[in-house]
């Protein structure tokens, strides 16, 4: 087994640091030029369209709302990648890992952009609503369907079962630290299988209620469990506010290889912030399309703009804190990798309450998470098969991975994640780059109409040469006209 794992963790170095890092280098910069650093000058615009309310839904119930669709991709992203994975990246990289954790965020939200606009424009009803993602417009935007099948299949593996085992045994760590800490022993081997069959019934419950039931479940959640995390995490930075510019400095300094810190050198630090940051963010990835494409807005864009705000959410905020809750408490770089490392240094700030707290918050993290990957899992099965014994065979096959994952061990399986994951940005990323200049001339007819004082509305006609579009129809193009002028 582990002569497996150092045999794809050399494939994997290879693959990321000649492939994967200079393709999404170059798609982002490329995204960026052609948008006019969208990512950047639009921030205010992304918190604008965030809480719009919904258009109508195609079952006339109500829509999953452009906030709801943010918190779904939420869902996914903040997961243990933020507690976990950020403290993987700075005790193999050193804490300038956190630096390209930063720039990649910053740089990569064009991607971002990028493909949750295409998403939203090559969407496609259900009979509850929307759906849509990379391998939707791979099929209808460059009428490839082959490339949607190799990305449905990749993604649905990688989410649906990968990532859920690696979320259900971080529940199951967590849990058994909790308990190891209260009775100063080890847990017995019942508990790693009972926090299995509570996460196969409570994911149950709210998979098999449909989209509506994951967007609030996942909209009660999120907010909550990332203002509790923000909190910890203030408090200990305040509680160390005299180490903060010496943290600042270790993170600039190692990070363009001034200053080696432990076994990290410069290449290290930025292969474990690219790739963790990756893995957290999800940033030209394909998969937060696949939740931005359910939301019912009034133009592409919106929802465009909304998803790359999820990539400074999870990054720049849920992931910084995790940075410097770990940074400002001295770690000893090598000895500890993973959440480990995060719940010892929030307890040598804060003591041992705030250990079983974290526990609290991971389980949130993961658990959604876990139904971030549930849909996107599903949401590319039903573009291979839309046959009901299907998705049943997949929530059923989901469950019990989600069982397996809280007991097994893992280790040959985060190395898998990260191979499954860059054929994923691969894949996208050829799909997306031919595909940009339409994203841009969405983006030109979104800021037109508001420079004109209206909430922007897209319907096809207004790209006639455009093919492949299953929604936006023009009799919707009457709501123009009644629509209030928009605000500021």
Request: hydrophobic letters at 55%; one cysteine or more; glycine letters at 10%.
């Amino acid at each position: 087994m582990q002569a497996m794992t150092d045999a794809l963790g050399v494939v994997n170095d290879n693959f990321w640091t000649f492939l994967v890092i200079p393709l999404l280098v170059i798609a982002s910069l490329y995204f960026t030029v052609r948008s006019g650093a969208v990512q950047l000058r639009l921030v205010p615009e992304m918190l604008r369209t965030m809480f719009e309310t919904p258009e109508a839904a195609p079952d006339g119930k109500k829509a999953i709302s452009s906030f709801q669709a943010f918190s779904i991709s939420a869902a996914a992203r903040v997961g243990t990648g933020n507690v976990a994975g950020v403290a993987i990246a700075i005790a193999l990289g050193g804490p300038g890992a956190v630096m390209w954790m930063w720039i990649m965020s910053i740089v990569a939200g064009s991607a971002a952009f990028v493909e949750s606009t295409l998403a939203q424009l090559y969407k496609v009803r259900d009979k509850t609503g929307y759906r849509g993602g990379p391998a939707y417009y791979m099929q209808h935007g460059l009428k490839a369907r082959w490339l949607g099948v190799i990305f449905a299949v990749v993604i649905t593996f990688t989410f649906g079962f990968v990532f859920t085992s690696v979320q259900s045994n971080s529940i199951a760590a967590a849990v058994a630290n909790s308990v190891s800490t209260v009775t100063g022993a080890e847990p017995g081997a019942w508990l790693a299988p009972a926090v299995g069959v509570a996460l196969m019934v409570l994911t149950g419950a709210v998979i098999f209620g449909g989209v509506r039931s994951i967007a609030n479940v996942a909209q009660a959640i999120v907010p909550f469990m990332a203002a509790v995390y923000l909190l910890m995490g203030i408090a200990v930075v305040a509680m160390n506010i005299e180490q903060v510019p010496a943290v600042l400095a270790d993170i600039v300094t190692s990070a363009f290889g001034i200053r080696q810190i432990g076994a990290a050198g410069l290449g290290t630090a930025i292969m474990m912030g690219v790739r963790r940051g990756l893995f957290s963010n999800e940033a030209g990835m394909g998969s937060a399309p696949n939740a931005g494409a359910t939301a019912a807005v009034s133009h592409p864009v919106k929802q465009g703009l909304t998803q790359t705000f999820g990539i400074y959410f999870d990054t720049l905020l849920v992931c910084s804190i995790t940075a410097f809750i770990i940074l400002v408490s001295d770690p000893v770089y090598g000895e500890q990798v993973g959440a480990d490392l995060t719940q010892n240094a929030l307890e040598a700030n804060l003591g041992s309450w705030s250990l079983h707290l974290l526990t609290f918050i991971i389980f949130l993290l993961a658990f959604t998470s876990v139904l971030g990957n549930y849909y996107y899992g599903e949401s590319n099965l039903t573009f291979l098969s839309a046959r009901p014994a299907v998705t049943l065979g997949y929530r059923v096959a989901f469950l019990l991975v989600l069982f397996l994952g809280a007991v097994a061990s893992l280790s040959l399986v985060w190395t898998l994640a990260d191979v499954t994951m860059g054929v994923m940005v691969v894949v996208n990323l050829v799909a997306i780059i031919p595909m940009g200049a339409l994203a841009v001339r969405l983006l030109k007819d979104y800021t037109d109409q508001r420079r004109q004082g209206l909430n922007p509305v897209f319907t096809r006609d207004r790209l006639p040469d455009v093919e492949g579009v299953q929604c936006w129809e023009p009799q919707h193009e009457e709501s123009r006209a009644e629509s209030a002028p928009a605000a500021g």
